[in-house]
């Protein structure tokens, strides 16, 4: 006798979903065994943006609702997750404190070679 969940789960991985889209490049070779990702995948090619913005005025669309989501609270709610420990500018990406943050870094190390010049420049006087 088969196992009835072992079946279910081995037929599942038995259902590969590739992407047979022509590119410009020619076809593209994506696989993957999780339908919902497949069809997300597929929008890419198509440029589908099912998931559309409600604010008034902004009907941006988007292809996944996740995006949509981020969209919403950042843009039209004013949410700043990311904040700077140095200084507590706050930031809606994480890439954008990364910059600010090398920023810092750069401004500092400019800082401190100006400051070791100085103190050269006083020992050359000094001797």
């Not at 069809?39 to 609702?65: S, W």
């Not at 981020?70 to 404190?97: A, D, E, I, M, R």
């Amino acid at each position: 006798m088969i196992d009835k969940s072992t079946s279910d789960r081995k037929l599942k991985k038995s259902l590969l979903f590739q992407c047979q889209f022509d590119t410009i490049i020619g076809k593209c070779e994506y696989s993957i065994y999780c339908k919902s990702k497949f069809f997300i995948h597929l929008r890419g090619h198509t440029n589908e943006r099912p998931y559309v913005c409600n604010f008034p005025g902004c009907n941006q669309p988007f292809g996944m609702q996740g995006n949509l989501d981020q969209h919403y609270n950042v843009v039209h709610g004013g949410l700043k997750p990311f904040v700077c420990n140095h200084c507590g500018f706050t930031f809606s990406k994480k890439y954008n404190l990364k910059i600010h943050l090398r920023s810092i870094e750069n401004n500092c190390m400019k800082k401190k070679r100006r400051e070791q010049k100085d103190a050269r420049k006083i020992l050359e006087i000094m001797n």
